[in-house]
């Protein structure tokens, strides 16, 4: 699917686009979600960029994630989706911001990527050039992993007091110990999918403020530091809480090993 972000007469809005029909004249953001070949093809037609098919995107090493060509600049990350389910994954977005456009090609479909294309429907001031709407995406991203780690710290927290009873509460039974187990393990994987997120942000952050293709402004040039800055903290913690999972891990199999005995 390739929906193309316009401009209105108050705003903005998403429309789908069938090619071969012509694009609009003006259009700030073309999303190809789990593209057909004509609609990457029209695309690369259009903006002179080449979209990267769905195995180059799973390339890990750098100069495959970031790189530039012609005018236009190429960046994917590793972002979490399905972080609410039972089994989350992981999985490569690429942003491309070329021709004063961004074109996001993905075959998921994260939460943040959902809430800003909403988003900006109702904000205009978000949508004032392509720079602009990748540093808010960016921002949602980060904000999501934010909000992940938050429930991750609460639920090991819950997991901490139960393992280690206060004053007259009664010591863990041998089911709660199992299945703390098991919450420390899904917590293990979340925090390890954040922290993997995190890096590949960090990588952006870092090279569109060096681009030579990119004209940033101040306040654009601001909002990344800003960004990046949120991705170093959280990254700090990541490491913390990933530091507490092993520690009540063994924890509880040490009860657990003290149980059987």
Same mark, same amino acid.
């Given at each position: ?7 209105? =007469?108050? =705003? ?10 012509? $694009?609009?004249?003006? $259009?700030?953001w ?8 004509? !609609? ?24 495959? +994630?970031?790189? !530039?060509e ?30 004063? +456009?961004?074109?996001?090609? #993905?075959?998921?479909d ?11 429907? #109702? ?26 780690? !938050? ?11 139960s393992?280690?009873? #206060? ?16 919450? %420390?393990g899904?917590? =293990? ?5 954040? #922290? ?17 293709? %990119? ?8 909002? $990344? ?19 507490? %999972? ?12 003290? !149980?059987?005995n």
């Amino acid at each position: 699917m390739l929906r193309l972000l316009i401009p209105t =007469g108050s =705003g903005y809005t998403w429309v789908e686009h069938a090619p071969p029909a012509p $694009f609009p004249d003006e $259009f700030l953001w073309a999303d190809l979600f789990e593209p057909t070949p004509d !609609e990457e093809r029209a695309v690369e037609a259009l903006l002179t960029v080449d979209v990267p098919t769905r195995d180059e995107m799973k390339e890990i090493e750098t100069s495959n +994630r970031l790189y !530039e060509e012609g005018n236009a600049v190429y960046m994917t990350a590793t972002v979490g989706s399905k972080l609410d389910s039972e089994r989350p994954e992981s999985s490569a977005i690429t942003f491309i911001l070329a021709n004063g +456009r961004m074109i996001t090609n #993905r075959y998921v479909d994260p939460t943040p990527v959902r809430r800003f294309m909403q988003y900006v429907e #109702r904000s205009p001031t978000a949508c004032t050039s392509a720079p602009t709407l990748f540093a808010g995406l960016l921002e949602a991203f980060v904000e999501r992993i934010a909000d992940l780690l !938050e429930r991750v710290q609460t639920e090991l927290d819950a997991v901490s007091q139960s393992i280690f009873p #206060r004053n007259g509460e009664s010591s863990p039974s041998s089911a709660e110990l199992h299945s703390h187990i098991k919450q %420390i393990g899904a917590d =293990g994987d979340l925090v390890s999918k954040a #922290r993997e997120s995190l890096v590949s942000f960090q990588r952006i952050l870092m090279y569109v403020q060096q681009s030579s293709v %990119i004209s940033l402004s101040a306040d654009q040039r601001g909002r $990344f530091k800003s960004t990046l800055r949120d991705v170093q903290s959280l990254s700090d913690h990541a490491t913390f809480l990933g530091n507490k %999972i092993q520690f009540l891990l063994d924890a509880v199999l040490g009860l657990i090993n003290l !149980e059987q005995n």
